[in-house]
Each structure stands twice: as structure tokens, then as C-alpha cells.
């Protein structure tokens, strides 16, 4: 088979360590705990409905369910309609033909790199409220925006906190940061909802805070979901 898969452009978020959650915010992001995390490389942008495409193209997967809505196909903007299997298999699929390792961000991972190196950003570029930046007002009236158009943050990452709800590999437990270890937390070991993170186009609260969970059983298909890449080394 012929294979013209696309790889991410990806940025290195390095090794360190941070306090995750909040104390003001809701009760799934309490307490406050420390978390320390190895170096790993992240997708700038979510994979996008041209990248999609192609992966299911090569392997006969279902395509995406919104494939014939002008407000949700442009090439350009994130693949939504994707399941958390559908995000699974791409990063199986992925990996299998570059022999690069790709997987879903964990929440700690994705909420580290949201904060790009501050944890005391409320959102990814700081503490303004979104409320305040009348120029995303706007963005998403109709549908998300095309990936990589809004301002990144300090370290290179596009719409974080903004645009579609970005599944992680986590299964979400409202209570785990009671119980999560320091290093490199992973999620509970089972459950029936799947977390994410970000804002979505479709809500009226368009630009969620780094620290905001969110989560939904594996198998929706939302029109405000989509997904970013990690890459790791065969070593982790």
C-alpha cells in the first residue's frame, strides 16, 4: 500500500514540573497537586479533516461524520465527529507506518503544555479573561476555525483551550487528583467517560481555562471533537 501519510509538525515540551488544577475552579480540579512530567513532543494543531482523509483512505476506516457540512470540511480545520477509538486507531496507524510512537496527551501533559511554562496562566496566554479579547468573540460562529490560525502561546501550541474539546488518553475519574501520583500521571485505571480538554466552537463558553476537565464516553462522536498528537520515544 502506498502510504502518504502527513506526521505533525510537533514542538518539544520539556521535562519539569507543576502544580495542576485549581483551587478556584471546579470541584474535579481540586486539590492542587504537584506533577512532574519527562520531555515529549506535542502537535502544534489537532489533526485536521485533510490529515483525517488520508488516514482513513489508506486503512478503510469510517470516515467522519460531518464530512458533508460546508461548516465543519474544510481541509484546514480540525477533524471533529471523531470518537476517542477513531483517535486511538489514527495514532496506532500512524505510529505502525513512520515507526514513529504516537498516543493521545495525557490531562497532565496537556494541561502542562497549555500553561507553557507558567502555571500561574489561568488561560494559555495568560490571565486576561477571554471575555476581555474581543477578537475572539467572534471566531466561532459557525463551526471551528482552521487550525493554526489563532495566536499560539509562549511555546508554539495553537488553539489550546480554544476551538474543539481535545481527547486524552485518560479515562476521567471526578475525584483522581485526590489519589494521582507525582510522576507522570496516566488516569485511573478504568472507567466509562474518557477526558478532554479545550474549549469548543459550539458552547456558549467558547475558550475554557488550562485547568477545565471535561469528559464523555469513548464512543461519541461530537461535532466539537477532535484531537492533538503526542510523540514519544519507543523507550516510554
Known amino acids: 500500500m502506498s502510504c502518504v501519510a502527513i506526521e505533525p509538525r510537533l514542538i518539544e515540551v520539556p521535562a519539569g514540573s507543576f502544580l495542576m488544577g485549581s483551587n478556584s475552579g471546579a470541584d474535579d480540579e481540586k486539590p492542587v497537586h504537584e506533577v512532574r512530567l519527562g520531555a515529549f513532543l506535542l502537535g502544534t494543531v489537532p489533526i485536521t479533516n485533510h490529515e483525517f482523509k ?11 461524520p460531518f464530512a458533508d457540512d460546508l461548516n465543519l470540511n474544510h481541509p484546514d480545520q480540525p477533524a471533529v465527529g471523531v470518537s476517542w477509538f477513531d483517535a486511538v486507531a489514527y495514532c496506532n496507524w500512524l505510529s505502525n507506518i513512520t515507526g514513529g510512537a504516537y498516543r493521545l496527551p495525557t490531562e497532565a501533559e496537556w494541561e502542562y503544555a497549555a ?24 471566531r466561532f460562529d459557525s463551526g471551528p476555525v482552521r487550525a493554526g490560525s489563532s495566536q499560539a502561546n509562549s511555546w508554539g501550541l495553537h488553539e489550546m483551550g480554544m476551538n474543539v474539546h481535545e481527547w486524552c488518553s485518560d479515562w476521567y475519574e471526578a475525584n483522581y487528583y485526590a489519589v494521582s501520583p507525582t510522576a507522570n500521571p496516566q488516569g485511573p485505571r478504568d472507567g466509562t467517560r474518557r477526558a478532554s480538554r479545550g474549549g469548543s466552537w459550539r458552547h456558549m463558553i467558547k475558550i475554557t481555562r488550562c485547568s477545565a476537565r471535561s469528559s464523555i464516553p469513548p464512543v461519541m462522536q461530537y461535532a466539537d471533537y477532535g484531537f492533538r498528537l503526542v510523540k514519544i520515544q519507543k523507550s516510554e
Open 115 to 138: 500553561r507553557s511554562g507558567s502555571e500561574n496562566n489561568i488561560y494559555p496566554w495568560g490571565n486576561r479573561s477571554w471575555q476581555e479579547l474581543p477578537e475572539l468573540h467572534s
Open 54 to 64: 488520508i488516514f482513513a483512505g489508506e486503512t478503510g476506516h469510517p470516515g467522519l
